[in-house]
Nanobody
């Protein structure tokens, strides 16, 4: 069992930045690929970015490429999402997720085994 806790959400103006963090409870954190998903009101949850368990591979959805950066610290059991140049369409609840992986980045939500409670990100225009 892996417990995930997100933090860092909030309200920011368009063009601003936020940094989300996700802390994992398990010592075997380095065995898990990590990802961030988001869900806007009235929309389905969507993949944002994923990172391999070693951190050497990442994959971003097109809409955040060049603006968001994912990173992880396996010594501290944390994964972070730096979000720059935020847009109103980035407004959503952001979820951290963990899925067991040998080495690849996980993209589909069903590949992830554990989810955090989510943190709200609101970008005003």
């Amino acid at each position: 069992q892996v417990q995930l806790a997100e933090s860092g959400g909030g309200l920011v103006q368009a063009g601003g930045s936020l940094r989300l963090s996700c802390a994992a409870s398990r010592r075997t954190f380095s065995s898990y690929a990590m990802g961030w998903f988001r869900q806007a009101p009235g929309k389905e949850r969507e993949f944002v970015v994923g990172i391999s368990r070693s951190g050497d591979r990442t994959y971003y959805t097109d809409s955040v490429q060049g603006r968001f950066t994912i990173s992880r610290d396996n010594a501290k059991n944390t994964v972070s999402l730096q979000m720059n140049s935020l847009k109103p369409e980035d407004t959503a609840v952001y979820y951290c997720a963990a899925g067991y992986s040998v080495g690849s980045v996980l993209i589909a939500s069903h590949e992830y085994d554990y989810w955090g409670q989510g943190t709200q990100v609101t970008v005003s225009s």
